[in-house]
């Protein structure tokens, strides 16, 4: 009995030592990683698009090269819009500080007026646009250099697609044992293509509402607070947040209280509505993470691969828990991150009734 659990203990050590070389071995190779990621999620993505095509005779190839060629002409139109934007919010920087200064001069003063002593600095110091922001810059700037492959990004990206329709028989071939262990994969891959297209889906349409909504409030660069908000929506809970604050606050500084409320409302209604709604009917039940799993892998991918793997840390840990799910043994695990225990919580993909 002693021996057993010295076994056990061991190969606890022994899992938990490989665990850490895992971490260290991405943290090292983060750029080979990051690009890696990328185009895996870019080719999950396009797989419906290359499959709908190529059931309909159109040749692979051709199939292929209009969905990459969509997805690279989409990229480069956003990343020239949002290019554009980003460029003139920090040359504006030094113009919103010194409107926040003003704003709280005339604060500190009626404050003042009621006996109540405030340092300006102080508030200045606590609420900094320049550090506000920072996220901003740091998020875009570290999508930017992950896309500086884009050449190789898309060449891995086009040789995955002309993979996708004999993969599933080379799987099976490949299986030791191809009924029980195909299904399972089959399962696995399809659930994580649903989760990824959806998810995908419901971000886009969060950053275009967004958009949309500060531009007709007058909000400046409400392309770039859209594209954050497109970003961040991959981040449930926190990510919505995290992309409204920085947008609301540049309404603050600029049209004042009225306008902020507005802009936060917009904010609200638009993730109330797609987040809680919309998106828990396409997804279906179990496909959820628990809060604390969604934050806690929101500082490891984001401290191992960067901005980057901020915005991918829950894809990435939804693939784990996808595929943790798909094998008996290691199911409770994937019970363990996900939202809820209720009775088939762990099967995945099921859809709502």
């Not at 983060?30 to 095509?53: E, N």
């Not at 990206?157 to 299904?183: G, H, N």
């Not at 917009?266 to 009917?281: C, K, S, T």
């Not at 604390?292 to 401290?303: A, D, E, N």
Request: charge should be positive; hydrophobic fraction near 55%.
């Amino acid at each position: 009995m002693q021996n057993e659990r010295q076994e056990q203990v061991f190969r606890w050590l022994i899992a938990a030592a490989a665990l850490v070389v895992i971490v260290w071995g991405l943290n090292a190779a983060k750029p080979l990683v990051v690009t890696l990621l990328v185009s895996a999620f870019l080719a999950v993505i396009g797989t419906p698009g290359v499959m709908w095509l190529y059931r309909r005779r159109i040749p692979l190839f051709i199939a292929v090269c209009g969905v990459v060629l969509g997805m690279l002409t989409i990229g480069l139109a956003i990343a020239a819009l949002v290019g554009t934007s980003v460029t003139g919010f920090t040359e504006q920087v030094p113009v919103y500080q010194a409107r926040l200064a003003q704003k709280f001069n005339a604060v500190q003063h009626w404050l003042g007026g009621m006996g109540v002593a405030v340092s300006k600095n102080y508030i200045l110091e606590q609420i900094d646009p320049g550090a506000a922001m920072q996220l901003v810059t740091r998020v875009l700037s570290g999508l930017s250099t992950a896309l500086t492959n884009v050449v190789l990004i898309f060449l891995i990206v086009v040789f995955v697609l002309m993979e996708a329709p004999t993969f599933p028989r080379k799987m099976r071939q490949a299986l030791r044992r191809p009924d029980a262990d195909f299904t399972a994969f089959h399962h696995f891959s399809e659930n994580l293509q649903r989760y990824l297209v959806i998810k995908t889906v419901v971000s886009l349409v969060t950053g275009v509402v967004i958009a949309v909504w500060l531009t007709l409030l007058g909000v400046d660069f409400p392309l770039m607070w859209g594209m954050l908000a497109f970003l961040l929506n991959y981040v449930p809970n926190i990510g919505s947040i995290i992309a409204a604050v920085p947008a609301v606050l540049i309404a603050f500084i600029d049209q004042g209280p009225g306008l902020a409320v507005l802009a936060a409302s917009g904010y609200v209604g638009v993730n109330f509505v797609l987040g809680n709604i919309v998106e828990p009917r396409l997804m279906g039940h179990g496909l959820g993470l628990s809060a604390l799993v969604v934050f806690l892998s929101l500082l490891l991918w984001g401290s191992i691969l960067g901005p980057v793997g901020m915005i991918l840390s829950v894809p990435i840990t939804m693939t784990l828990k996808l595929a943790l799910e798909s094998h008996p043994s290691t199911e409770w695990i994937a019970v363990l991150l996900g939202a809820d225990a209720r009775p088939g919580a762990s099967s995945a993909g099921s859809p709502p009734s």
